[in-house]
């Protein structure tokens, strides 16, 4: 993982939505002025998904967390992704928000070669959440905080369970 390349390619991106700035998990809105973690990810390998929809090139920012939903690690960790989680500053310049990587903290990293095998998903969750749905950490924050109890969800969870007994 190269510190360098990441700021490079997360520096003055926006972040935010319609003027707010919320937290990706659990929508509670994230203050300006302090650092934020966020997780951003890289395609390391991922060709099924590639020939699907358009991923992004060299890093991109994934889930911004706030206070409540922050993180120590990468769990579980996909193959496939190269991730990490970050604390970065947002700046706002005439009301745009966008990733400061001037500092930037790694709290924790995985690389692509490692973790477990990308979950299936339904292409009507790339469509409505992104390719985010691809990476178990991101999946297992989003069933944490949903509300929806359809077939999908329910066999996330119960996938999620298996990785977690076998980690034991």
């Known amino acids: 993982m190269e510190i360098q390349q990441i700021k490079r390619d997360l520096h003055g991106e926006p972040v935010g939505r319609a003027g707010s700035f919320c937290c990706d998990f659990c929508d509670a809105a994230i203050a300006i002025g302090e650092p934020v973690m966020y997780d951003i990810a890289s395609v390391d390998e991922m ?3 590639e020939a699907l929809v358009d991923l992004p090139d060299g890093w991109a920012l994934d889930a911004a967390r706030c206070r409540e939903c922050e993180v ?15 604390m970065l500053s947002i700046n706002e310049s005439n009301g745009v928000l966008s990733a400061d990587t001037t500092e930037i903290t790694v709290v924790d990293y995985s690389p692509g070669n490692e973790g477990t095998y990308p979950p299936p998903v339904p292409l009507a969750f790339f469509t409505q959440h992104g390719y985010s749905m691809s990476r178990w ?6 069933v944490e905080n949903t509300d929806l109890d359809i077939e ?17």
Do not use: C, H
């Open 47 to 49: 060709p099924n998904l």
């Open 72 to 86: 120590d690690s990468i769990s579980p960790e996909t193959d496939g992704w190269e991730e990490a989680v970050v």
């Open 137 to 142: 950490g991101f999946l297992r924050n989003f």
């Open 152 to 168: 999908p969800i329910q066999l996330y969870r119960k996938r999620l369970a298996e990785m977690d007994q076998e980690e034991r």
